[in-house]
């Protein structure tokens, strides 16, 4: 069974920097892509950064040059380092992985419980 655990959410004041981990843990074949979404009440769940393991990025247009996302393969982790936090960056944040879990490649997405982020001064 796959688990996709995250930490590392927190209250911030504007300006400052919180880093997200995510591990992937269980049984699987591969990983083919990491990321990370958010989602605050009433709207619906967006991208906000994505790696594959080929190591092309995409981020939401509201966090380039604010946020960066790297992965450690070997420990089947992805990280979100968010720099210069926003009040509009407030969200619950979830880990997201595309894994194959045998050799026939049966890829599915998987996503972490949610870790809360809030800026406020």
């Known amino acids: 069974q796959v688990q996709l655990v995250e930490s590392g959410g927190g209250l911030v004041q504007p300006g400052e920097s919180l880093r997200l981990s995510c591990v992937a843990s269980?049984?699987?074949?591969?990983?083919?892509?990491m990321g990370w979404y958010r989602q605050v009440p009433g709207k619906q769940r967006e991208l906000v950064a994505a790696v594959t393991t080929s190591g092309t990025t995409n981020y939401a247009d509201s966090v380039k040059g604010r946020f960066t996302i790297s992965t450690d393969s070997a420990k089947n982790t992805v990280y979100l380092q968010m720099d210069s936090l926003k009040p509009e960056d407030t969200a619950v944040y979830y880990c997201n992985a595309n894994i194959a879990t045998s050799r026939i490649l049966n890829w599915r997405d998987y996503w972490g419980q949610g870790t809360q982020v809030t800026v406020s001064s």
């Open positions: 269980g049984r699987f074949f591969s990983i083919s892509g």
